[in-house]
């Protein structure tokens, strides 16, 4: 078939069928995604067998909850921040921190408080550095920013998120910081590290098809959202990670690649509460006044929550 007998074909099935209420939206976008269907099925004469492989891809991928990374593994998450990208360049948007990637492994309902958190529960002390995370948001113009909301996620020293780890304790390294009077936010913490799909899940199924790796370098989720201001869904990605720039959810961008520095000055220790030598990561933030204009960065997802 060509595609205008396509176009026919699925006008005839799914338009012309109709006899309640429809949604004009969802209409459009199933034809279309139909029509793209079927002229892929023609030009790759893609077999009966490989379509049910596909059919019944899907049916495992989100029976396993791995939808999410899938779309982050093979760049559907990272394309939709370069439109959103260029949506902001459009509307004249110039400036504040880059956003990328969310990933699916944030949990709503993180402990809130100003100015400090520490977000680790002291179980993995003795096995890795901590970190100490400090920022200040601001505007644009370099303006500081009190009563941000800035939520902070990351991984353990096994790349396991707590509430999705079950082994570990609730919001383990889940806060909610509101940056203080001076715009600051502090965190103390463990260093994250960098995690593989799982070895034998759906997502690292399809990669390995396609030749990849599924490794993301270590890094810090955030959100970071002031009245006033557009949302930001950003992360740091450290140096020195040989994944850095080979990760495989194309996360790490110029901006947001941090540095995490050996602090070791016994004053400086003693100043930070703890009794060993730690790592330091500045991270600072600046917000984008919220304009009519510009598409909204707010993204209605199913997210878990505790
Ligand atoms: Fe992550």
Known sequence: MNRQEIDKLVKQMNVDTATGEVNPRVQQIVVRLLGDLFQAIEDLDISQSELWKGLEYFTNAGQANELGLLA?????????DL????????AGITGGTPRTIEGPLY?????????????DDGSETDKIDTLFIDGTVTDTDGNIIEGAKVEIWHANSLGNYSFFDKSQSDFNLRRTILSDANGQYVAQTTM?????????????????LLGRHGNRPSHVHYFISAPGYRKLTTQFNIE???????????????????????????????????????????????????????????????????
């Not at 439109?83 to 459009?90: I, P, S, T």
Request: proline share 5%; charged share 25%; hydrophobic share 40%.
């Open 192 to 208: 994250p590290v960098g995690y593989g799909c799982p070895p034998e899940g759906t997502t690292q199924a399809v990669l390995n």
């Open 72 to 80: 982050a593994g093979l760049g559907l998450e990272h394309y939709l």
């Open 240 to 306: 020195g990670d040989k994944y850095l720039w080979d990760d495989f959810a194309f996360a790490t961008r110029d901006g947001l690649v941090a540095t995490a520095v050996d602090v070791t000055d016994e004053t400086e220790i003693a100043c930070r509460g703890v009794n060993k030598p730690f790592k330091h990561i500045t991270f600072n933030v600046e917000l984008v006044k919220e304009l009519a204009e510009a598409p909204t960065t707010e993204v209605d997802r199913r997210r878990a929550s505790a």
């Open 107 to 119: 949990v709503a309902g993180a402990p809130e408080s100003v100015g400090f958190a520490r977000m």
């Open 83 to 90: 439109r959103a990208d260029e949506a902001d360049a459009k």
